[in-house]
């Protein structure tokens, strides 16, 4: 059993460039999120996917920021025109879908650093 | 917007102590998640509570959701270095869909 699977797992990029990121979840879970990780603090939720349903998106994820996930399987975060901001650990995680809890489990990441 | 105050922010033991770590907040939650986190690493699912008033134990690990399901506690008896990390709370709302709302974290050393 493979668990969430997050590529690349560090991007150096320089400001303004465009950058996208590759979830792929655990391979039986419908749901699937995106955090976003700075130093210090622990995971900012920025939107979730139920199977190829994009069914919120934080106030967090502005206009440069989009998510697919466009069989419902794997999923992407791009970003455009970065800023340094941007600099962050974003994080995948899935769960299963239905009602009740469903614990999220989540990838190593991909560590942002914009020059 | 629902917070989660996590105390303390930071905590260094030796080997052998015990210690709790606390998570707080004003809102409600349906459920409470503990995870722990390595540098560079995603954060690892320890535990889930759901009722109010639960525990859980895990090895030298307790987990305690409030009564009225607004804070939790973990407490770790007899630590060890390997128990040192990042802990993160992170409480759900509702059913079915749930955004995780994680507190700012407790980061833990144990020296041998």
């Known amino acids: 059993d493979t668990g969430v699977s997050q590529n690349p797992r560090h991007k150096i990029t320089k400001r303004g460039q465009n950058v996208t990121f590759r979830c792929d979840p655990i391979?039986?879970?419908?749901?699937l999120y995106w955090y976003r990780q700075t130093l210090g603090q622990g995971p900012e939720f920025l939107t979730y996917f139920q199977n190829e349903a994009q069914l919120e998106k934080s106030r967090l994820l502005s206009d440069r920021f989009s998510a697919e996930r466009p069989k419902g399987s794997f999923s992407t975060l791009e970003i455009q025109r970065t800023e340094q901001g941007d600099s962050a650990m974003y994080l995948c995680a899935s769960s299963l879908g239905g009602q009740g809890v469903q614990p999220q489990h989540f990838g190593d990441g991909t560590r942002l650093s914009i020059l | 917007t629902q917070l989660l105050e996590q105390s303390p922010q930071f905590l260094s033991i030796q080997e052998g102590e015990n210690l709790t770590v606390y998570c707080n907040s004003s809102s409600v939650f349906s459920s409470l998640q503990w995870y722990r986190q390595e540098p560079g690493e995603g954060p690892v699912l320890l535990v889930t509570v759901v009722t109010g008033g639960e525990v859980k134990k895990l090895k030298r690990l307790t987990f305690q959701f409030g009564d009225a399901r607004k804070d939790s506690s973990l407490h770790i008896t007899a630590a060890q270095p390997g128990d040192t990390g990042l802990y993160l709370c992170a409480g759900a709302e509702g059913t079915g869909f749930q955004k995780l709302v994680f507190g700012t974290g407790t980061r833990l050393l144990v020296s041998p």
């Open positions: 391979s039986e879970h419908n749901r």
